[in-house]
């Protein structure tokens, strides 16, 4: 079985069904952090220790650096750990590269429209119930504007949220060859740095590659995906694709082959197609 490779997880998350041994509680997912729709609105934090399991035990206040005198003591707060992490996670969530307009939604915010779209969202759980130990990333492909993009993005938070795993969004013409393209140039700041950034996201334990196919097809432009996509296949490394195309079609007689081939090895594949998601965001 191919596991998916990361550099920091090591216990499996609850799963249904299964028993809790966790210090936190059903209301946080046994995670140990809460997340707030409308943290926007209201002018709050994104993420926040669970008030049930973590900051009704909170004796500094939630203030940094979380600890507290007692009898004459300086003693670490039981919030410490979940507040660090969540420092640690909004910096993951910075670097990633994530749209503003796809950040901090979950799966519940994912709403399904047809049996595509059910399947689709299944996929996605099973995905996050699971993780590290999941055989396949996805590559989600359809018709623009049927939740693509949404649903690869709510994957990444909810990894990114629970696991405070390394993680990269990147749109292939748009982020990917124009950095590397930029590195070719002498008066930019990446000159030379081709190399650093393709081990970048080759590396990284989770990438989302969006608008996968919109490359022009030159030959560099195919050997450069290829590579991408081989050295994430041989590290196995959790991916996940979307793209307008059918890669069936689309990607049979590119790179003679190989890009499918690798494709159809390390993701699940799954057809998106319907009316326009986007007017539901």
Do not use: F, M, N
């Given at each position: 079985m191919n596991i998916i490779k990361t550099n920091n997880i090591k216990v499996k998350p609850w799963e249904p069904g299964t028993n809790i041994k966790s210090k936190y509680c059903f209301s946080c997912d046994y995670t140990g952090i809460v997340h707030d729709p409308y943290f926007e609105q209201m002018g709050a934090e994104p993420l926040s220790p669970?008030?049930?399991?973590?900051?009704?035990?909170?004796?500094?206040?939630?203030?940094?650096?979380?600890y507290y005198y007692d009898k004459g003591r300086i003693v670490q707060c039981t919030c410490r750990e979940i507040n660090i992490k969540i420092q640690k996670i909004k910096n993951i969530y910075l670097r990633s590269g994530l749209d503003k307009k796809y950040r901090w939604k979950f799966i519940n915010n994912f709403e399904v429209i047809n049996k595509i779209t059910e399947q689709a969202k299944s996929a996605a759980y099973d995905i996050i119930r699971s993780f590290p130990d999941v055989k396949k990333g996805l590559f989600l492909w359809g018709n623009p504007g049927t939740g693509k993009t949404l649903l690869s993005s709510i994957i990444l938070t909810e990894l990114v949220t629970r696991h405070a795993v390394e993680s990269k969004f990147v749109k292939i013409s748009r982020t990917f060859f124009n950095r590397l393209k930029s590195t070719f140039n002498e008066s930019s700041?990446?000159?030379?740095?081709?190399?650093?950034?393709?081990?970048?996201?080759?590396?990284?334990?989770?990438?989302?590659?969006?608008d996968f196919g919109v490359q022009r097809d030159s030959e560099w432009e195919l050997e450069t995906l290829y590579n991408l996509v081989d050295a994430r296949y041989e590290a196995l490394k959790f991916t996940i694709f979307t793209s307008n195309n059918n890669p069936f079609l689309s990607f049979k007689d590119k790179s003679q082959g190989r890009i499918l081939s690798r494709i159809k090895e390390m993701c699940k594949i799954m057809e998106m197609s319907g009316a326009d998601y986007r007017d539901k965001l």
């Open positions: 669970c008030p049930k399991c973590v900051s009704s035990a909170c004796k500094c206040g939630g203030v940094p650096p979380y700041p990446t000159y030379g740095e081709a190399d650093i950034i393709e081990r970048e996201y080759a590396e990284v334990d989770v990438l989302v590659i969006d």
